[in-house]
Antibody, heavy 121, light 111 residues
């Protein structure tokens, strides 16, 4: 059974960079049909797509991030990562990683449990 | 910044049928992109309920069904059970954003 696990600091200071890693186990990140994504949920709000990466390195980002986000993949470690620069309190959220089957018609079939990241000094 | 609109809440008694709407536009649902639905319990990972408008993954009860027409989609839950109390989100692709979009979310309460 595929499993995804988010890891990274739970507290980040304003203006600094948020860094999270998603480790995939029970399956390979190398697949032509799957994409790997980050989604977040601010407290009391809904889900927001952050971005998606294919193992080949092709990436897609939510324009609302205004180029602050970077997603990368390390196939040797079966991991993909998120970096979000210049964070503010508005970036406080539970961050989820997920596997998406396909892209334009894609859906998230496996998700991590999520990790809370708080932006505060 | 959700571009898919859902009612904030719906409720029903055990055994009843409830529906959740997901209204989009010509750049997402109306452009014939698939709609998918997730169930989200507090503190848990979102769970895929419906994919490709109306398909259920293995293990999802047939009490859950999805449909789509025009620029909207719907999730129906029949035979409502206490365990169905959760938040539900629709998701699609938007070609003006070139990315995934989620609905605003609907809280289902079992009376």
């Amino acid at each position: 059974q595929l499993q995804l696990q988010e890891s990274g600091p739970g507290l980040v200071k304003p203006s600094e960079t948020l860094s999270l890693t998603c480790t995939v186990s029970g399956g390979s990140i190398i697949s032509s049909i799957y994409y790997w994504g980050w989604i977040r949920q601010p407290p009391g709000k809904g889900l927001e797509w952050i971005g998606t990466i294919h193992y080949s390195g092709v990436t897609f980002y939510n324009p609302s991030l205004k180029s602050r986000g970077t997603i990368s993949v390390d196939t040797s470690k079966n991991q993909f990562s998120l970096k979000l620069t210049s964070v503010t309190a508005a970036d406080t959220a539970v961050y989820y990683c997920a596997r998406f089957r396909g892209y334009t018609y894609g859906y998230g079939d496996f998700w991590g449990q999520g990790t809370l990241v708080t932006v505060s000094s | 910044q959700s571009v898919l609109t859902q009612p904030p809440s719906v409720s029903g008694a055990p055994g009843q049928r409830v529906t959740i709407s997901c209204t989009g536009s010509s750049s997402n649902i109306g452009a014939s992109y698939d709609v998918h639905w997730y169930q989200h319990l507090p503190g848990a990972a979102p769970k895929l309920l419906i994919y490709g408008d109306s398909n259920r993954p293995s293990g999802v009860p047939d009490r859950f069904s999805g449909s789509k027409s025009g620029t909207s989609a719907s999730l129906a839950i029949t035979g409502l059970q206490a365990e169905d109390e959760a938040d539900y989100y629709c998701q699609s692709y938007d070609n003006s954003l070139s990315g995934f979009v989620f609905g605003t979310g609907t809280k289902v309460t079992v009376l």
